[in-house]
């Protein structure tokens, strides 16, 4: 597509529910990326994907979240029992390569309501 | 430790005025840096790139970078208030960083009419 689409734009959940949030990136973008951004904060990375390479997922805070990438393209990024504190906009972004000096792309973003 | 120092602000800066938005890094073998400006309740939107010292020029926009000092920084010339909006300083830290790009946290600049 001709950016990265993210789904849904908002979601409501209560605690200790599980959510899935879907990203779809740029066609050819090799890297794809989660990051968090709870209000007023900066970006915290989350995982990276790079191709058919193992994903780095020194960022994910807990056990209770996790990504796939399936087919290089579409990344879903699962929180299992929700709470409060996972409540944050969540901004997937995709480049061309990890390193590539192009930097990112940006989603517009899931924003995550626990309650 | 990679990081990416930048001032949270607010930096208030007249319209028309020369808005300076400054960062600093702390890996010497960092190759690019870039500029993201983020409007509030909006996600992160790339507005410069630079790869060698020296200044880069893109209309009212021109990004600065000095190796030597691990010193990037950002002049907006002419600000407008739509120019209102957090920037954030990202580096790509090669040589071992996991996520590519490390961010600072952004300024927040304020352009009042």
């Known amino acids: 597509g001709a950016g990265v689409s993210q789904s849904p734009s908002n979601k409501v959940t209560e605690k200790g529910k599980d959510v899935e949030l879907r990203c779809d990136p740029i066609?050819?973008?090799?890297?794809l990326y989660w990051y968090r951004q709870s209000l007023g904060q900066g970006l915290e990375f989350l995982i990276y994907?790079?191709?058919?390479?193992?994903?780095?997922k020194s960022g994910l805070p807990s056990d209770r979240f996790s990504a796939e990438r399936t087919g290089g393209s579409v990344s879903t990024l699962t929180i299992q029992r929700t709470q409060q504190e996972d409540s944050a906009v969540y901004l997937c972004?995709?480049?061309?390569?990890?390193?590539?000096?192009?930097?990112?792309?940006f989603g517009s973003g899931t924003r995550l309501t626990v309650v | 430790q990679k990081e990416v120092e930048q001032n949270s602000g607010p930096l208030s800066v007249p319209e028309g005025a020369i808005a300076s938005l400054n960062c600093t890094y702390s890996?010497?073998?960092?190759?690019?840096f870039f500029w993201y400006r983020q409007y509030s309740g909006k996600s992160p939107e790339l507005i410069m790139s630079?790869?060698s010292n020296g200044d880069k020029e893109d209309g009212r926009f021109t990004a600065q970078l000095n190796k030597a000092s691990q010193y990037v920084s950002l002049l907006i010339r002419d600000s407008q208030p739509s120019d209102s909006a957090t920037y954030l300083c990202?580096?790509?830290?090669w040589g071992g960083g996991a996520d590519g790009l490390t961010f600072g946290k952004g300024t927040h600049l304020i352009i009042q009419p």
């Open positions: 994907f790079q191709g058919n390479s193992a994903p780095d």
């Open positions: 066609s050819g973008h090799t890297a």
């Open positions: 890996d010497r073998v960092s190759q690019s």
């Open positions: 972004a995709s480049s061309l390569a990890r390193r590539d000096g192009y930097g990112y792309t």
């Open positions: 990202a580096v790509n830290m």
């Open positions: 630079i790869y």
